[in-house]
């Protein structure tokens, strides 16, 4: 049914509730917008601002913290029938459309809201922190806005078959829980009508105000929005989320958020730093102004702290770097909390994903400290806030040093990007300059930002140095958020044109391959040929691409025929063989016999199943960050992609082949069994999905006995025994956060091992030694090696030293020049040539030198001069040409060397026509 606007809003807003309590609808004179309220005002709340900083409303509750507060909302609605759920991880990794959850209702996309899995518990209670970074560029100027937050939420999902509550039920424990959780006083509370949408659905809201701060929104998620047209949905939800931030702080009534949630951390920070603080009054004033912008802009932001100045009698530039250090200490608060949020559930920092967004906030963190000059580090900050998140995050304590060791290698990095990043902006100017442009463009702030890692601020101080202005947008880091929080997730397609249609009326094919996976041959029966190529039976033993694993091989044969399958692939349930050979003789209903190449299968299996012990073997080893980043198997080799803050050190990979060795030779059972989402989720935890994200309502589970636990589609060997050794050959940082792992199992290790026994055989006979000496023997060789190089070096200076001296005593004399042929035995590098021809030309003043090397097609020679003559006009390239009129020579070189062969043979020719080259070309200067 397509609904439209007008008629959805009329109905559901109307609450029997209002009614008991005498709330009356009016409309905003700001706004537009219609709300309930007991007290009669014109003014939304919305369009109002706050007035519960230092005023705030009167609870009957003493709420100590946030902790405090957690708890209350959430065993009130356990005691009214709500279940509680954990929290999930702030990196969703059961999706695979978003890097990082932004609100509870993604806990349940898309598998409970589509309805294709039932939800956890219904109705349920949950308190999801979550992250934005939409906002980002307005945390600490606008006093309330956070990059990342908890979500408090009751949800109930209604289908066409059970109702749980829906819009009246839903406004009344909101009621109760401001009213009667918290003992605020019902006339403070204002529900205001709105309309909510997002990712693809829609609904009607109220937003729930007290004294002009939003703590709650209410969604009746009903709508799906298609091309831009309405339509009511199956399934009824209701989403709503209480800010715990929020809350807590209208509790506190402090002058900022950061204030209430963080003030602990803000205190020490300031009294480390000795710094002062803005009067509070003031704050208070500054945050009320800076709250209703609706954007940021430089000029807005500096016309509300001048006016203020003013007011206040303050000195304008003093109250402006005052006011601006509060808001970088409330940032850095802010950003240090999410980044360890994110690095606590597994973000490795990087260039892509989800890893971009959590190194874009230690950078933009790391910026401030540097600009500021604080003598603060994120890390420092960090550190303040584990024990204080601790209550909340008891794994932060577990993680707390990978953690802050990627902190460091991260703030490491940094240092070093900026002092790549003069140089690039340097060189970017002076591009600039010769164009004659005086203005940085925001696509290069951008561009050095995503491809060089340096933050727009050093750009603009190490640019105004020079002249050219820059101008950083107030949200620069929400644009380059939001650039990458949308990347796109891309599947790989299939390549084949097989539509489903094609497939609409074929039966399920029949997965021979997971009931038993060590079989090798069936009988089956053809449903389908398609296109000649394309064989579909009622059941198969070939395992079809997927999983990170190849396709099966093997054959089909039947009565009068017989093809090759070259790969297998899955489209909806039914499996589909890429078959090379003729297929015309095979006919529906028709008996074949399947053979799959089993022993290809096997290498196969035993790579994958190594895949699954060692990612477990390196989270043992390296910390809880490491997530499969990618995996791949094949016959002859595997290797698995992990993420990791650094390279890994001989000592870590010894460690993990070491532990994944212990795992296998144990022995342990791998069990395969399927296990409905929610029930899997709850038992194994996230880390099921390393191998990606798996569609499906039931999760088929690979379980290693005591090891590890995750969703897979793939074949694997039935204990980690039949493995046999895994062996890591190859270690590779193939991305920044990245380790790739190439390993070989079973057979294919032993090869490995016994082609490196065979070659240390081999240097063993060489260097005739034991096998276990060769070490020592190498050292040997290497040691008695250096030694000769020293002395040849030593004998050679001896002969061109005497050499050079024979030189001396037999040049010739041609008017004030002296020059000397010589035909050289003794040294055969041409290199030393040339010392040996400057060595004896050293005494000379206007000398000039020629020397021969025999070789097999003539003499190599060079010709060098010394510097006077060269003053005087004679050049070595003239001397060549002179000579290639009379002898085939072939050479180049500068004015005092050239060098070259002469294919001639006749050593008196030669030397004679040498000599009158020199003669001739030294008349020619006279
Ligand atoms: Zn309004
Ligand atoms: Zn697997």
């Avoid at 020629?850 to 001397?879: C, H, M, N, W």
């Amino acid at each position: 049914m397509i609904l439209s606007l007008s008629k959805i809003k009329s109905t559901i807003y109307w609450i029997d509730l209002f009614k008991e309590r005498g709330f009356n609808r009016f409309k905003c004179r700001r706004c537009g917008r219609y709300f309930w309220s007991i007290e009669e005002t014109d003014i939304c709340g919305d369009c109002k601002e706050y007035n519960f900083i230092k005023n705030t409303p009167r609870t009957k509750v003493d709420i100590t913290d946030m902790d405090h507060l957690r708890e209350l909302y959430l065993s009130f609605f356990e005691e009214r029938g709500h279940t509680r759920v954990n929290r999930y991880p702030v990196v969703a990794r059961w999706r695979d459309d978003v890097y990082l959850v932004g609100a509870s209702i993604y806990d349940f996309q898309p598998w409970v809201t589509e309805g294709i899995v039932p939800p956890p518990a219904n109705p349920l209670v949950i308190s999801q922190p979550c992250i934005r970074l939409t906002d980002i560029d307005k945390v600490g100027i606008s006093g309330r806005h956070l990059t990342s937050f908890e979500m408090m939420a009751h949800h109930a999902f209604n289908t066409s078959k059970e109702r749980v509550y829906w819009n009246e039920e839903t406004v009344r424990y909101s009621y109760e829980f401001f009213v009667e959780g918290l003992g605020i006083d019902e006339e403070e509370l204002i529900y205001i009508e709105d309309w909510w949408s997002g990712g693809g659905n829609a609904g009607e809201d109220f937003e729930v105000l007290i004294r002009g701060l939003e703590v709650a929104t209410l969604v009746f998620m009903q709508y799906r929005v298609v091309d831009g047209k309405i339509l009511e949905m199956d399934n009824k939800i209701v989403d709503t989320g209480y800010g715990l931030e929020r809350i807590y702080w209208l509790l506190r009534g402090t002058p900022t958020i950061y204030d209430a949630i963080l003030g602990g951390v803000i205190d020490t920070l300031y009294s480390r730093l000795g710094l002062r603080r803005v009067d509070e009054e003031i704050l208070i004033e500054v945050t009320r102004k800076m709250g209703l912008l609706d954007t940021l802009t430089k000029e807005n932001i500096e016309a509300i702290l001048a006016t203020l100045a003013q007011k206040y009698g303050l000195e304008r530039k003093d109250f402006e770097r005052d006011v601006k250090t509060q808001w970088t200490i409330y940032r850095l608060v802010d950003h240090a909390k999410t980044v360890l949020l994110m690095l606590a559930d597994g973000l490795v920092p990087s260039n892509t994903g989800g890893g971009y967004l959590a190194r874009l906030l230690i950078r933009r963190a790391m910026r401030d400290c540097i600009v500021l000059q604080l003598g603060l580090s994120i890390y420092d900050i960090i550190e303040l806030l584990i024990p204080k998140l601790s209550k909340a995050f008891p794994e932060l304590e577990e993680v707390k040093d990978s953690v802050l060791e990627m902190i460091e290698i991260e703030e490491d990095k940094f240092k070093r990007t900026i002092k790549t990043g003069r140089r690039l902006i340097q060189r970017r100017i002076k591009e600039y300059t010769t164009k004659g442009i005086r203005k940085f463009n925001l696509e290069d702030l951008i561009l050095l930002y995503d491809s060089h890692g340096v933050p727009p601020e050093i750009v603009k101080e190490e640019a105004e140095k020079l002249g050219i202005k820059v101008e950083v947008p107030p949200d620069f880091y929400g644009r380059l958020a939001s650039l990458h929080e949308g990347e796109a997730v891309v599947a790989k397609g299939i390549e084949y044109k097989i539509t489903p249609e094609m497939l609409s009326n074929i039966q399920p094919t029949r997965k021979v391959y997971y009931e038993k996976p060590h079989i090798e041959e069936i009988t089956a029966k053809v449903l389908k040929v398609i296109d000649g190529k394309y064989l579909v039976l009622d059941r198969t033993i070939f395992y079809p691409e997927g999983g990170g694993a190849p396709a099966d091989t093997g054959v089909i044969t039947w009565r009068r025929g017989s093809c090759k399958v070259v790969d297998v692939q899955s489209i909806g349930n039914v499996i589909v063989h890429v078959c090379e050979g003729d297929l015309s003789t095979l006919s529906t209903g028709e008996e074949v016999h399947c053979k799959v190449d089993i022993e290809r299968r096997k290498s196969i299996m035993r790579a994958h199943t190594a895949t699954h012990v060692i990612l477990a073997a390196s989270r043992a080893v390296l910390g809880k960050h490491v997530w499969q980043a990618g995996a791949q198997k094949s016959e002859d080799s595997a290797r698995l992609d992990i993420t990791h803050f650094k390279r890994l050190s001989g000592e870590d990979i010894e460690k993990i082949e070491e532990l994944a060795n212990r795992i296998i030779i144990d022995n342990r059972a791998v069990n395969v069994y399927e296990l409905e989402r929610n029930e899997a989720e709850t038992k194994y935890g996230f880390t099921l999905y390393q191998g990606g994200v798996v569609p499906e309502k039931v999760l088929r589970i690979i379980d290693i006995e005591n090891w590890d636990a995750e969703a897979c589609c793939g074949l694997h060997c039935s204990s980690t025994g039949e493995v046999g050794l895994v062996k890591i050959v190859r270690t590779e940082r193939i991305q920044d956060g990245v380790e790739r792992i190439e390993f070989l199992t079973g057979m294919k290790s032993l090869r490995y091992l016994q082609s490196i026994e065979e070659k240390l055989k081999e240097c063993s006979l060489i260097l005739n030694r034991p096998l276990g000496e060769v070490v020592i023997g190498l050292k040997d060789l290497l040691e008695e090696n250096r030694r000769l190089r020293r002395e040849l070096r030593r004998l050679t200076e001896q002969i061109i030293e005497s050499l050079a001296s024979r030189i001396r005593s037999t040049m010739e004399r041609y008017k004030d020049m002296e020059f000397g042929i010589e035909v050289l035995k003794e040294i055969t590098d041409l290199d030393q040539a040339i010392k040996l021809a400057f060595r004896a030309l050293a005494t000379s003043r206007n000398g000039v030198l020629a020397l021969l090397i025999p070789v097999k097609e003539g003499y190599r020679f060079i010709i060098a001069l010394t510097s006077q003559i060269v003053d005087r006009g004679l050049d070595a390239r003239s001397i060549l040409k002179n000579l290639q009129r009379t002898m085939r020579i072939f050479g180049g070189g500068k004015e005092d060397l050239v060098q070259g062969l002469i294919r001639e043979i006749e050593l008196e020719k030669i030397i004679g026509n040498i000599k009158r080259a020199f003669k001739d070309e030294y008349d020619r200067i006279q």
